[in-house]
Every structure is written in structure tokens, then in C-alpha cells.
């Protein structure tokens, strides 16, 4: 059946289930395993690429629900079923470089690591949809797969899990996030852009030291650099239609070790950010253009070197309307959820499969879950993610009708 006529057939007839099991209320009835797994999780964080213990509770809870496992370092692939159609579900299991604030009793074990961004609940969530499934294969007519994702915080895992065969068979793709920027309990979905294509940039302007009581004996990179700074701010303000969306960042920027002496060079670094591709190719020749005007008008010279990270995170019409429906039928609370420049490696999967990167609310005042991702205070009201378990199963089940 195609999406559309799967969208149609849904819309006509919303609350009805074609299926022996409600998944929500399975995964209601784990509930206390999905927090109990993600607190494990959460006490023992590993970085990019060192996901060992991760990746081994997983693959031990898989081993023990049957599924076929293949190892793509700290990644799993998991299959089970069999049938013409194959969807896929990602979960991601890396933790920050971040020390913990929160005073709880799950707080990571570990100095100068947290899970601040919600992987572990992802991992949890995914988990729980895994044992579900497990339980209920014999009424699934096709085949899921469970991607369990290294290093997505700047690792590009996405692309080592394609690499090892993530993709191979699968006819739709779907990943869920916790998310700071929606009430709890709510799951937001959104159709083409929802997160911006990322970059970092890297530049050296370069002068002609001296003493600093004697500038004019120099070329002084410092005062170019300030200027270039802002001038690199009019790229966003002045070069890119009002109508799109551009960010060019400066964050970081170093040079001179002394009081009283001119320093040769100054080092600066930043990220760009776009949904765009067009509007990311602009941003980059105007940087060029930008450091090299400057530059040239006071007689230093620069350097710079940019880096595309990740590609827009682009859902499928089709796929976001299908998972739209999906919430629907099961009485799952949804809405729109605005786009963010912040970037995900999500994308990846989507540049080769249908599919749609969806949101989990986890915002609630009333339990003080109010810090955003990346925050040493980060943390996710673990009441709801029973529901992204849900969402998870019930998109599985569809898409395999």
C-alpha cells in the first residue's frame, strides 16, 4: 500500500486497531523498565565512539528477545521479522564532554561526562520498543530494524551505521528525540526542514608582529580581525534573502600571549548553519570574499579552511503526514514543532531513505525540566517517554500493515 492510500485509509477510520495489541499500553506496562534502563544509562556515560557498556547491555537484551545482530563497532543493527517491507528505528547512545549540576540519584558516575542531549532516553525508548516488538513479531508482516547509533555528537556515526549496512532493505527510516522546546508528553512532527545543515570554519588572519608601542612598524591582525568579525555578521543580515535562513557564528578567537607585543596572527573558529544548500554554498563564498577584502585593505593576508558536518535534516512529506496519522489513531498528543538551526546526523539517513526525524516534549515546569540540551542541568521528565516507546511500536506496526 502506498503512504498516501495508507494516510487515507487511516484518516477514514482513526481510532480503529487492526492489530491484537494496543502499544501503548504495552508500553505503559514497561514503563518502570524504559526509566530503570535509561537511569543505568544515564549513571554510566560514554563519549563518542566508547559507547562499550551501551552498546553491550543492548546487545545483550536483543541476544535474549531473538533478534539477528550484526556489530558495526560500538553500533548494533537488529533485525527481526521477515517480509517484502523493512522499517528502520535509530536510537543514539553517546553522552557529552559535560560535568553534571543536577543532584538526583540517577547523576552520572563519571567526572566531566553527562548524557545532556537525552540519548540515554532514546536508548531506553528504543528498547523498550524492541522488547515490544519482540513479544508481538507474529503480527507484524514484515521485517524492523533497530539502528542503535553510535557518536552522533559530532562523530557522523549516521554515516558509519550506513557504511556497515543500516540502510540496505529498509524502505523507511524513523528516529525520535526528546525535546526541550515542547511540553511533556507531546510528540512534534514537522514536514521538510526541521534541523539546519551544519558546518565549521576555521581562519587565521595573518599580520606582521612587533612591539606594541611601535604599531606602525607592524601589521597588526588583531583590529583586522575585529573587523572581519563583523563584517562577517552582514552575511547572514545582508546576503541572505530575508525569506531564508543563514547563521554564521564566531566562537572562538585567540591571539598574543603578551602586554606589550603585536602578535603575527590571529586564530578564529565558528560554525555555519543552513537548511538550504544553496544558501550554505553562499554563506561560504561570502566568507572568502569577506577575509579576503579585509585582509587585503590593510596589507595582511588569511587563511581559511570550512568543513561541512552535516546536511539539513529534511523530512518526507509523505512520512511526517504518515506519522502524523499514526499519533492520531492512538490517541498520542502531537503538534507542529518549529525548526531549529541546531543540527543532527539524522539527516543522513534521510538523504537516502523516506522517513521523518520526530520530536518527544519533555519540557515541565513543575518538576523543574526546564534546562536545555547541552546544559550541565539537563535532564527529561521520565514519565512520558513510555509514550515515545509507543510511538515507536505503532509506527512499526503501520508501516507493516
Known amino acids: 500500500m502506498s503512504i498516501e492510500k495508507l494516510i487515507s485509509s487511516q484518516a477514514e477510520c482513526p481510532m480503529v486497531k487492526t492489530m491484537g495489541f494496543d502499544p501503548v499500553s504495552e508500553a505503559k506496562r514497561i514503563e518502570k523498565e524504559i526509566i530503570s534502563w535509561r537511569r543505568d544509562f544515564h549513571m554510566h556515560p560514554e563519549l563518542k565512539y566508547e559507547e562499550e557498556r551501551t552498546s553491550g547491555i543492548v546487545e545483550e537484551h536483543l541476544h535474549e528477545w531473538e533478534y539477528r545482530i550484526k556489530r558495526v563497532g560500538t553500533g548494533i543493527i537488529a533485525d527481526i521479522g521477515e517480509g517484502e517491507k523493512t522499517i528502520a528505528l535509530r536510537a543514539d547512545m553517546d553522552a557529552l564532554p559535560v560535568q553534571e549540576e543536577n543532584d538526583v540519584p540517577y547523576k552520572s558516575r563519571v567526572p566531566g561526562k553527562m548524557h545532556a542531549c537525552g540519548h540515554d532516553a532514546h536508548t531506553a525508548m528504543l528498547l523498550g520498543a524492541a522488547k515490544i516488538i519482540s513479544e508481538h513479531i ?29 540502510l540496505e532493505g529498509v524502505d523507511a527510516v524513523f528516529g525520535l528525540h526528546v525535546w526541550h522546546d515542547l511540553p511533556s508528553g507531546v510528540i512534534g512532527i514537522r514536514e521538510g526542514p526541521i534541523m539546519a545543515g551544519a558546518g565549521i570554519f576555521k581562519a587565521r588572519i595573518i599580520g606582521k608582529g612587533g612591539h606594541g608601542a611601535s604599531p606602525h612598524q607592524t601589521v597588526d591582525p588583531i583590529p583586522i580581525a575585529a573587523e572581519a568579525i563583523l563584517a562577517l555578521q552582514t552575511i547572514a543580515s545582508r546576503n541572505v534573502p530575508p525569506i531564508e535562513t543563514g547563521v554564521v557564528s564566531v566562537t572562538a578567537v585567540h591571539a598574543g600571549t603578551a602586554f606589550n607585543v603585536i602578535p603575527e596572527e590571529v586564530k578564529m573558529k565558528g560554525t555555519i548553519r543552513f ?21 587585503k585593505a590593510h596589507g595582511a593576508s588569511y587563511e581559511l579552511s570550512i568543513e561541512e558536518l552535516v546536511p539539513p535534516t529534511v523530512n518526507d512529506k509523505g512520512m511526517a503526514a504518515f506519522a502524523r496519522n499514526v499519533a492520531e489513531k492512538y490517541g498520542l498528543r502531537h503538534s507542529d514543532v518549529e525548526p531549529t538551526m541546531g543540527a543532527e546526523d539524522f539527516a543522513f539517513y534521510l538523504q537516502k531513505v523516506p522517513g521523518a526525524f520526530l520530536m518527544l516534549g519533555i519540557y515541565n515546569e513543575e518538576k523543574g525540566i526546564t534546562y536545555p540540551h547541552h546544559h550541565p542541568r539537563f535532564d527529561v521528565d521520565e514519565e512520558v517517554l513510555h509514550l515515545g516507546t509507543a510511538m515507536e511500536v505503532a509506527l512499526a506496526m503501520e508501516f507493516l500493515r
Open 275 to 295: 537548511f538550504n544548500h544553496e544558501i550554505g554554498e553562499l554563506i561560504q563564498t561570502r566568507m572568502g570574499e569577506i577575509l579576503e577584502g579585509v585582509t
Open 138 to 166: 507474529d503480527e507484524f508482516s514484515g521485517r524492523v530494524r533497530l539502528i542503535f547509533q553510535p557518536a552522533e555528537e559530532g562523530g557522523n556515526g549516521a554515516v558509519k551505521m550506513i557504511e556497515g549496512g543500516a
